[in-house]
């Protein structure tokens, strides 16, 4: 296996293990979501991915809490 190779195949076995998007509870009982990502090296296309992914993330996990969905 190349030097290239080997690392396309680690890095995608990192990704793969790692999620974009993130929930959390704040102090003060509010649940938060972000998407993680280097903003340095984001572009105009990835920003709009992460912001979809982000959405579609929590209108999931909205259904999964409370049920009909709302929104």
Not at 32 to 48: I, L, Q
């Amino acid at each position: 296996m190349t030097l290239k190779r080997k690392l396309l195949r680690l890095t995608w076995l990192r990704n793969r293990n790692i999620d974009l998007v993130e929930f959390l509870v704040r102090p003060d009982g509010f649940l938060v979501g972000r998407a993680c990502h280097p903003a340095a090296s984001m572009g105009f296309d990835e920003f709009r991915f992460a912001a979809y992914v982000l959405a579609a993330e929590a209108d999931r996990l909205e259904y999964m809490i409370k049920e009909p969905d709302e929104y």
